[in-house]
């Protein structure tokens, strides 16, 4: 099946984006991720929240994940959720097991 992308907005747009990695990263990573705030949550993921400049930044951001070999569970523009309003979500979603 496939699944049509509509454009969310200008890709130089900043964005606020929640990014889960599989494990709770140790705070001394805090510094590798440009200063979004880190979170651990009780299914054992870690959550980088905050705003990203554009959608270079957010690739670069995805890049440096992928070069430390940290697993990716998701990717959330959070504040397309509240334009959308309740039940829908801009995510794009990888599970690793």
Request: no cysteine.
């Given at each position: 099946?496939q699944?049509?992308?509509?454009?969310?907005?200008?890709?130089?747009?900043?964005?606020?984006y929640?990014?889960?990695?599989?494990?709770?990263?140790?705070?001394?990573?805090?510094?590798?991720f440009?200063g979004?705030?880190?979170?651990?949550?009780?299914?054992?993921?870690?959550?980088?929240?905050?705003?990203?400049?554009?959608q270079?930044?957010?690739?670069g951001?995805?890049?440096?994940?992928r070069?430390l070999g940290?697993p990716?569970?998701?990717v959330?523009?959070?504040?397309?959720?509240?334009?959308?309003?309740?039940?829908?979500?801009a995510?794009?979603?990888?599970?690793?097991?």
């Amino acid at each position: 099946m496939q699944q049509k992308h509509r454009p969310t907005g200008h890709p130089d747009e900043r964005g606020r984006y929640e990014i889960r990695l599989t494990g709770h990263l140790d705070a001394r990573w805090a510094a590798r991720f440009d200063g979004l705030a880190m979170r651990h949550e009780a299914d054992g993921t870690t959550v980088l929240a905050g705003l990203i400049a554009d959608q270079a930044a957010l690739h670069g951001l995805l890049q440096r994940v992928r070069d430390l070999g940290i697993p990716l569970v998701s990717v959330n523009r959070a504040d397309l959720d509240l334009e959308r309003g309740p039940g829908t979500q801009a995510q794009v979603s990888r599970r690793s097991r």
